[in-house]
């Protein structure tokens, strides 16, 4: 006779938390994946970044970024207080590090949201705990309608990003998952996909050999 699995023996096993890079040129649709992740998964949050950027039209201090001044920028350098750091059009984006570090030892997981020399940079420091995604459009129409519509930049700006797009586009081998936004919907679940694969992979799954002893005890 089989009885009943007991509710209490499974209570999750404790893993190691992973830090989960999305880049793509602007206009792949990004931050609306992002968005997406952390609204449909509760245990993954965002790294916020610093930026010397001007904020655009709707954007949050301490949401979007935390926009700051040059000085403060290099004062965060000097001092370390980042994890990676780069010029991107010409502004200083940077990660900081104490977020990271403080969900990484709760087991949490982190989403960043950073171009391919700040993947590069964190390639380096934290390469087992690594995951790199890379968005790219359907195609060279899409993103210049995006960047259009998204109409918070100058037309200017916008020229300059289509340019650096090819640019930002050509370093998708660095990349472990490339994923083609044509589609929110399918991108998003192929997204969730690629985070649970990775939440499953053996060396992140600390509590495995102990889930395993206990599990094969009494058979
Ligand atoms: P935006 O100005 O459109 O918000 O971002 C411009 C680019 O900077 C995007 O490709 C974005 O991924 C990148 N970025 C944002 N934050 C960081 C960061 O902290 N570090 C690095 N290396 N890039 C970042």
Do not use: C
């Not at 590090?97 to 020399?117: C, M, N, S, Y």
């Not at 020229?159 to 936004?181: C, F, G, L, T």
């Not at 192929?190 to 102990?210: H, N, P, S, Y």
């Amino acid at each position: 006779m089989t009885t009943a699995p007991q509710a209490s023996f499974f209570a999750g096993i404790a893993r190691r938390g992973l830090l989960f890079i999305m880049s793509s040129p602007s206009g792949a649709g990004k931050t609306t994946l992002s968005r997406k992740l952390l609204a449909a998964d509760k245990l993954i949050s965002m790294s916020v970044s610093v930026t010397t950027r001007k904020p655009r039209p709707g954007e949050v201090d301490g949401k979007d970024y935390y926009f700051i001044s040059n000085d403060a920028f290099e004062t965060m350098v000097a001092d370390g207080d980042l994890l990676e750091w780069a010029n991107v059009f010409g502004n200083l984006y940077g990660t900081p590090r104490k977020p990271v570090e403080t969900a990484l030892a709760a087991g949490r997981d982190v989403l960043f949201d950073i171009d391919w020399q700040g993947t590069q940079q964190l390639a380096q420091a934290m390469k087992d705990d690594l995951v790199r995604l890379f968005i790219l459009p359907p195609a060279p129409d899409v993103l210049r309608e995006r960047l259009i519509k998204r109409a918070q930049d100058s037309s200017a700006v916008i020229a300059k990003r289509m340019a650096e797009a090819a640019h930002e586009i050509s370093h998708w081998p660095e990349y472990d998952y490339v994923v083609v936004n044509d589609d929110l919907e399918k991108a998003h679940q192929q997204v969730f996909a690629i985070l649970t694969a990775e939440r499953l992979k053996r060396r992140r799954q600390l509590g495995l050999a102990e889930f395993v002893r206990n599990l094969t005890k009494e058979l």
